[in-house]
């Protein structure tokens, strides 16, 4: 044969052999596609929105169809492992274990830093009393480790974040005294430091971070009675100074800190009075003045007050009159500084946690039932006013914490279930 006759066979032969190797190669893809829930298609899009795209091939996720498309124009490259993805994986809602606290403890507190993770303090035990130890829970890795301790052991105090990062500790009490002591927590070094004393000795007091980033400290209790004073605490300086007294003594209720930069205090009890309180006063930084404002429909204390959305505050639940826990919740509107009810809840509980949700859901877990602790939790929308009941929670327990991460997710920490101080914790999702 001459040889532009061999290089015409050799040119049909080749193109014959690739159609077959064309074909077989597209099988192989389409079989591995179909075992990965992968579909191919020449040059048409499902009607979704592209996650990826590698040269001549697109990777686009259907909701709906829980698949991948992949499209392409040629069929001569090859499809490795970086181009296939799948869709992301969700949370499933409801209640899940995580790490165990070092330490068994209830009546603590919970702080969420700066960088995220949770700071908790204090609070107390069985086997060790009133507690100094600090931990963090870190989300990420779901595990709590020790940081430094404080220097004072203490429960019924309370902690607040300051905008430099750092968290003041305040009062509280080493059985049976409360004390005027204060410290700060340093997240960059893991350390507490002594700062100025308070200007009163307290315990079950509120601490509320003001829009000029002082903390006003009001009411408790100093180990002979409910207090109506007030301070406030600059950590530019590391003082306290007094301020105007509230209208009412109270300890055991509620501060928080409204849209409009007020503070609103809710609730508690007098010393030597079973019975709660309903009056409600506002504190307004500009003056330094507390104001009487509208009294609730329930007198309560050991509740809880959670600022909406919409900047109503809605109270839930807590001890009322001779102690008995409520399932009624309230709503205050700072316009008109007046309460009207809401829906009652599914359960009465006091000592619970409530934690608003990114959905703006309110999340109640837990809680004390006139002698019985409880495991339930339900949530509260406030768009209809209705509660609905949630999946309960592992454990029963009360004065545990209730703190909101980064990722939506609410963690449970601690707690008293009747019989033992927890160190357990878990995760809602919501």
Same mark, same amino acid.
Not at 291 to 312: D, I, P
Not at 371 to 387: F, Q
Not at 395 to 412: C, E, F
């Given at each position: ?58 990777? !686009? ?11 392409? &124009? ?85 902690? &607040? ?27 960059? !070094? ?65 501060? !928080? ?61 807590g001890a009322g009159i ?32 409530? &934690?608003?949700?990114?959905n703006g859901k309110v ?68």
């Amino acid at each position: 044969m001459s040889e532009t006759c061999l290089e015409g066979c050799a040119a049909k032969t080749q193109t014959v052999g690739f159609i077959p190797g064309v074909i077989l190669f597209i099988c192989f893809v389409a079989a591995i596609g179909a075992a990965l829930g992968i579909v191919l298609t020449a040059d048409k899009y499902y009607p979704s929105q592209s996650i990826s795209s590698i040269n001549t091939f697109t990777s !686009t996720y259907v909701p709906s169809t829980s698949r991948n498309i992949i499209s392409t &124009s040629s069929v001569s490259r090859y499809i490795t492992a970086a181009m296939i993805t799948t869709p992301a994986t969700t949370m499933k809602s409801g209640w899940s274990n995580t790490g165990s606290m070092n330490s068994t403890r209830y009546v603590h507190t919970a702080s969420i830093l700066a960088n995220g993770k949770i700071l908790v303090t204090g609070g107390q035990n069985f086997f060790e009393g009133v507690l100094n130890s600090a931990e963090l829970y870190d989300s990420s890795s779901r595990i709590w480790t020790s940081t430094g301790s404080m220097i004072s052991r203490r429960l019924f105090h309370a902690a &607040s974040l300051l905008s430099n990062g750092k968290v003041l500790v305040t009062g509280g009490r080493d059985s049976p005294n409360s004390f005027n002591s204060t410290e700060l927590y340093d997240p960059s !070094t893991g350390v507490w430091i002594r700062t100025s004393n308070m200007i009163y000795a307290r315990s079950s007091h509120t601490a509320s971070v003001l829009t000029n980033g002082r903390v006003l400290v009001a009411g408790g209790y100093n180990n002979s009675n409910s207090l109506s004073t007030a301070e406030l605490y600059d950590p530019s300086t590391g003082i306290w100074t007094l301020t105007g007294n509230m209208n009412y003594a109270r300890y055991v209720h509620t501060a !928080t800190v409204l849209t409009n930069g007020k503070v609103l205090i809710v609730g508690g009890y007098i010393y030597n009075n079973i019975n709660s309180l309903s009056t409600t006063e506002l504190y307004d930084s500009s003056t330094g003045v507390w104001t009487v404002t509208g009294n609730m429909n329930y007198a309560r204390s050991s509740h809880t007050a959670s600022v909406l959305a919409n900047g109503k505050v809605l109270v839930v639940g807590g001890a009322g009159i001779n102690g008995n826990s409520l399932s009624t919740a309230e709503l205050y509107d700072p316009s008109t500084g007046i309460w009207t009810l809401t829906g009652n809840m599914n359960y009465v509980r006091s000592s619970h946690t409530a &934690s608003v949700l990114t959905n703006g859901k309110v999340l109640v877990s837990g809680g004390y039932v006139n002698g019985i602790r409880i495991n339930s939790a339900e949530l509260y929308d406030p768009s209809t006013g209705v509660w609905t009941v949630a999946a309960s929670m592992k454990y029963v327990r009360n004065d545990h914490t209730a703190s909101v991460l980064a990722n939506g997710q609410v963690l449970i920490a601690g707690g008293l279930n009747g019989t033992d101080v927890l160190e357990t914790t878990e995760l809602y999702t919501p």
